[in-house]
């Protein structure tokens, strides 16, 4: 059984897996490419201060 489109919730097409066609795909696409979606970011425990790497060696 195929699951269905994220985009239009269709059954999904296996050409264009996981979505049902490529107007969908296409879609989704642009949704990345113009921000739309977005991973988090987890930010550092950085106190602000630079690391310093010695040069005693």
Known sequence: MSKACPI??????PAYR???SKRCADVDLQRWLTG???IPAVEGDDDGEERRVSDDV
Request: hydrophobic content about 25%; proline content about 17%; some cysteine.
């Open 18 to 20: 996981p979505f049902c």
């Open 8 to 13: 239009c919730d269709k059954p999904a097409d």
């Open 36 to 38: 739309g979606y977005a």
